[in-house]
């Protein structure tokens, strides 16, 4: 962006166009005409004439030109937008549990149907903070709390089923996210817990870690994954090949509820196929803003002294004609 520091000099440009009347008619009229000699006479054919009337002028006009545009002190800025946020700190709690194995979210399992959502609301969120968290028996932070978005979307790209876990901790896993959240000096907090269980092992039940949460001034969005009744499952059969049966997975809404309750989210959400739990995210999204505030402001760097310059080399230009072009020239 350009702009003068002093504008009311380029009024002078105005007096511009006067000053080469002045120099190529006016003042040429005013002087004493002489008969032609021989030589002036093949000098006025040859176009010499001619061209020094307009040379010696055109230079003083560029010379007031280039002084008149350094009054006005032109500037370049260079815009920057510095940028207020006020975000959200999010975690992503995650059941890992053999149970999200079941296919009732087709094409995929239930695991890789909440990896693709949440890598989806992650994408949306570019001003935000995420950490990751997967629980099974035990819970396990797969990415603290960080801007590196991509980080983040590599673990939940590479994030799989603990096939050895004998229970789900949905208390533990709670309690997990609270602790990466809790020294956060965030405008919200929030954590995304998204299970297919029922909280059957860990130190921590759900109840208590909700509590936690509501110490910290934490929020969290339950989510239940799963159709109602005999889901397939994976399996092997006895010559080791893969199969697919039935299975029952049984998910404690009534836990998820409370959870929700305690920290001030309403009620958890029960989804049954990954278009819905794309739908709670959305939602989610919606009420989980983020705050931010853009000022512009410019960075000005002085332009003058490059017309100058300029200036100096018309005068320069001058002098040189004058006392060496000039001189050599036939008489």
């Keep these: ?79 920057t937008r510095d940028v207020n946020k006020s975000g959200v700190d999010i975690v992503l709690a995650i059941d890992v549990s053999g149970s999200m194995l079941a296919l009732d979210f087709l094409p995929k399992n239930r695991l890789e149907a909440a990896a693709d959502v949440a890598l989806d609301f992650i994408s949306k969120r570019p001003n935000d903070r995420f950490g990751l968290v997967a629980f099974s028996e ?56 998204i299970t297919d269980g029922v909280n059957n092992t860990g130190e921590i039940d759900p109840e208590t870690a909700a509590k936690m949460a509501q110490a910290y001034d934490i929020r969290v969005y339950p989510i239940g994954v799963g159709s109602d009744g005999l889901v397939r499952y994976p399996t092997r059969d006895p010559f080791d090949r893969s199969s697919y049966g039935l299975a029952f997975v049984e998910l404690d809404m009534e836990t998820l509820h409370h959870v929700a309750e305690i920290t001030g989210t309403g009620e958890a959400a029960k989804v049954g196929n ?58």
Excluded at 177 to 190: F, P
Excluded at 292 to 312: I, S
Excluded at 314 to 326: A, K
Aim: glycine residues 4%.
């Design 138 to 193: 035990f819970a396990v932070t797969q990415s603290p709390l960080t801007f590196d978005h991509q980080a983040v979307r590599e673990q939940l790209q590479q994030i799989s089923v603990n096939l050895e876990a004998s229970g789900t901790a949905i208390g533990l896993g709670l309690a997990k996210a609270v602790a990466r959240l809790k020294d956060s000096q965030a405008q919200s907090k929030v954590v995304i817990l």
């Design 274 to 331: 990954s278009q819905q739990l794309k739908n709670i995210m959305d939602q989610i999204d919606e009420m989980e803003t983020t705050k931010m505030d853009a000022t512009l402001r410019y960075v000005w760097a002085e332009q003058f002294m490059p017309l100058l310059w300029a200036a100096f080399a018309m005068l320069l230009l001058e002098l040189l004609v004058r006392l060496i072009v000039m001189p050599i020239l036939p008489e």
């Design 1 to 79: 962006m350009l702009r003068f520091a002093h504008p009311l000099w380029l009024l002078a440009l105005l007096l511009l166009p006067l000053y080469w009347l002045w120099q190529t008619r006016w003042q040429h009229s005013q002087k004493l005409k002489l008969p032609f000699t021989r030589v002036e006479l093949l000098r006025q054919i040859a176009g010499e004439n001619r061209f020094w009337k307009y040379f010696f002028p055109v230079l003083r006009l560029l010379v007031l030109l280039f002084l008149i545009l350094a009054l006005a002190q032109p500037r370049w800025g260079k815009g």
